[in-house]
T-cell receptor, first 112, second 116 residues
Framework: GEDVEQSLFLSVREGDSSVINCTYTDSSSTYLYWYKQEPGAGLQLLTYIFSNMDMKQDQRLTVLLNKKDKHLSLRIADTQTGDSAIYFCALGPPPGTYKYIFGTGTRLKVLA | DVKVTQSSRYLVKRTGEKVFLECVQDMDHENMFWYRQDPGLGLRLIYFSYDVKMKEKGDIPEGYSVSREKKERFSLILESASTNQTSMYLC???????????????FGEGSRLTVL
């Protein structure tokens, strides 16, 4: 079945760049998403990328999509303490279905 | 501001009690979802609904039922709560993929349920 893998933890120093990686097995999604979850809260959409794009930049966020290797990454430039959270990558539902596939989440800790 | 509202942020129930978790969205979305989130397991889909009175089982429907009598409201029901249903429950809504958008999910703040 479909699978999405992420590393569980990442620790960076304030001001450095963070790179969160995601690998997946099913490539039929039209959109791929990155969500952020702060403690005790729901998930909030950070950004998304259309499946026929290789890169998308949105202020401090850069998303890279390597379809050949089935690899998605999120780079956060100039990481701040407020970026400390859990980050989930998610595959959107293939056309005609309703099933989103989420990774297990990467807990980012930003050290002051 | 668009919103998905879950009625209870924290609940404590006893084994065997019936539990209702309510979710309301104000975006006129067709699709609504219930997930549970457990450490190390990510999000697992319990049920989803693509229209009023329509529902489909997700990956872990056992022990749960749902109700969608109105487009904006999707309820999750635990008929007889058990300790292994202690979890964070997340409701989400979306429009279908296509001309109306990117299919992104909008989430509520979550309901943390503890079953004793």
């Amino acid at each position: 079945g479909e699978d999405v893998e992420q590393s569980l933890f990442l620790s960076v120093r304030e001001g450095d760049s963070s790179v969160i990686n995601c690998t997946y097995t099913d490539s039929s999604s039209t959109y791929l998403y990155w969500y952020k979850q702060e403690p005790g809260a729901g998930l909030q959409l950070l950004t998304y990328i259309f499946s026929n794009m290789d890169m998308k930049q949105d202020q401090r966020l850069t998303v890279l999509l390597n379809k050949k290797d089935k690899h998605l990454s999120l780079r956060i430039a100039d990481t701040q303490t407020g970026d400390s959270a859990i980050y989930f990558c998610a595959l959107g539902p293939p056309p005609g279905t309703y099933k989103y596939i989420f990774g297990t989440g990467t807990r980012l800790k930003v050290l002051a | 501001d668009v919103k998905v509202t879950q009625s209870s942020r924290y609940l404590v129930k006893r084994t065997g009690e019936k539990v209702f978790l309510e979710c309301v969205q104000d975006m006129d979305h067709e699709n609504m979802f219930w997930y549970r989130q457990d450490p190390g397991l990510g999000l697992r889909l319990i049920y989803f609904s693509y229209d009023v009175k329509m529902k489909e089982k997700g990956d872990i429907p056992e022990g749960y039922s749902v109700s969608r009598e109105k487009k904006e409201r999707f309820s999750l029901i635990l008929e007889s709560a058990s300790t292994n249903q202690t979890s964070m429950y997340l409701c989400a809504s979306s429009s279908p993929l296509g001309a109306r958008g990117t299919g992104e999910l909008f989430f509520g703040e979550g309901s943390r349920l503890t079953v004793l």
